[in-house]
Nanobody, 124 residues
Framework: QVQLVESGGGLVQAGDSLRLSCAAS????????MGWFRQAPGKEREFVAA????????NYVDSVKGRFTISRDNAKNTVYLQMNSLKPEDTAVYYC?????????????????WGQGTQVTVSS
């Protein structure tokens, strides 16, 4: 089992950058695929990005490709989401998720462990 705690959210202007972090408990972090999802007000939660166990494979939703980068530091039990060129439509609560798949997955049904979320608000 793994516990996840997100941080790094905030209020920024369009065009700014933010880096989200997700710290995981436990000693088996490197055995988990990690994902980021987001939920905007009035909308369903959607996939943003995912990274495989050893950072070799990543996956992104089309709307963030070229702007967001997911990475992980297995020595620090942490996954990151670097968000550049933020847009108002990126405003959402961002969630970190984990599961034991070897490769990144884009469906929230594939993730058993979730953090509480961190709010990202992008003003125009």
């Amino acid at each position: 089992q793994v516990q996840l705690v997100e941080s790094g959210g905030g209020l920024v202007q369009a065009g700014d950058s933010l880096r989200l972090s997700c710290a995981a408990s436990g000693r088996t972090f490197s055995s988990y695929t990690m994902g980021w999802f987001r939920q905007a007000p009035g909308k369903e939660r959607e996939f943003v990005a995912a990274i495989g166990r050893r950072s070799g494979t990543t996956n992104y939703v089309d709307s963030v490709k070229g702007r967001f980068t997911i990475s992980r530091d297995n020595a620090k039990n942490t996954v990151y989401l670097q968000m550049n060129s933020l847009k108002p439509e990126d405003t959402a609560v961002y969630y970190c998720a984990a599961d034991s798949w070897p490769y990144p997955r884009a469906s929230e049904q594939d993730y058993a462990y979730w953090g509480q979320g961190t709010q990202v608000t992008v003003s125009s």
